[in-house]
């Protein structure tokens, strides 16, 4: 579960670094199709582990559907205002819940 730990701070500081580009005008989509891959695997990680009894984390799958199909309609219509918003206050508002939840847990 550490590795796992390690992991999800990384996403979240790609995540935050994606999220300056984005609000300092910097050119940003080349770094967001870059990690993708990434996000496409701790979104994956993070539902596998509300699957597992002995991890008591509950997740709204809906809401986590809700800003990966914002994200493409972001990147598909590059629309940073939008993607920064779905960036700051849908993914990070996820990755954090799921490193307090767990370490609340004790499971960090």
Do not use: W
């Not at 979240?12 to 580009?21: D, F, W």
């Not at 695997?41 to 984390?57: A, C, F, G, W």
């Not at 199909?69 to 990755?95: A, K, M, P, T």
């Amino acid at each position: 579960m550490e590795e796992f730990n390690v992991l999800l701070g990384k996403n979240i500081e790609l995540v935050e670094k994606i999220s300056c580009k984005i609000e300092s005008g910097e050119p940003y989509m080349e770094s967001l199709r870059i990690y993708l891959p990434s996000l496409n695997q701790m979104v994956t990680t993070i539902i596998n582990m509300v699957q597992v009894p002995e991890i008591s984390l509950e997740l709204n799958q809906a809401f986590v559907l809700q800003v990966l199909q914002d994200i493409l309609y972001g990147i598909e219509n590059e629309d940073s205002v939008f993607l920064l918003d779905v960036l700051r206050y849908g993914l990070l508002e996820i990755y954090h819940y799921v490193e307090t939840e767990l370490q609340s847990e004790g499971i960090s």
